[in-house]
């Protein structure tokens, strides 16, 4: 299912990162819950409660930390902190406020802190892996699978680690580049997006 989501804005003048960071979090929700949608399609047991939220947490915390390693080339370090700052807060609130979906169950603010607290600890895992341009290096991906696949079922760790890799990364990562690429630099998106409109029509 396509996921549309606004990423221009009608007034003009500088959106601030703390703006931007609202709309990715957003989209890391919506990306989360797809992915959720697609294993499950494939059938992979993931069950509504401990094990969903869990999923849904391992998977936001991978699309923070690459978001965040995209601001980092676009933003400066001010920018950067701000934008993820608020990033990793808004995702928090969207766990707790589906924190009976996921668990059924939760302490107020428990959900949101737990979020933070993997978040934080996420970042310096990944941190020994690379993300450029190209997007993320092959330990950051495998890294990533690893998470996904210590949440699931046995019978289902096996396979989990392909379709984290080939399908699951690739597929959130594609629409979160896009997005960034629209808010960071909204000039040059759409100036690729013109470019992209005179080579299909010619």
Not at 74 to 98: A, H, M, P, Q, S
Request: glycine share 4%.
């Amino acid at each position: 299912m396509a996921i549309r989501l606004k990423t221009k804005f009608h007034a003009k003048g500088q959106r601030s990162p703390a703006t931007l960071a609202s709309v990715v979090a957003v989209l890391a929700w919506k990306l989360a819950i797809e992915s959720i949608k697609r294993m499950r399609k494939a059938d992979y047991d993931i069950d509504a409660g401990r094990q969903y939220f869990d999923f849904v947490c391992e998977f936001l915390a991978f699309l923070a930390v690459s978001a965040d390693r995209v601001a980092y080339r676009e933003l400066d370090e001010e920018g950067r902190v701000e934008f993820t700052t608020v990033l990793t807060r808004n995702i928090g609130r969207f766990v707790e406020e589906n924190n009976i979906m996921l668990l059924g169950e939760a302490v107020p603010g428990e959900s949101q802190r737990h979020f933070i607290d993997l978040f934080n600890r996420r970042v310096a895992d990944y941190a020994e892996f690379d993300y450029d341009e190209t997007g993320p290096d092959f330990g950051f991906r495998r890294f990533f699978a690893a998470c996904l696949r210590d949440v699931l079922p046995e019978k289902d760790r096996l396979w989990v680690v392909d379709q984290a890799m080939d399908i699951e990364a690739p597929e959130a990562l594609k629409m979160l580049e896009k997005t960034l690429a629209g808010l960071f630099d909204p000039e040059q998106a759409q100036s690729e997006r013109r470019q992209d409109l005179r080579g299909s029509i010619d």
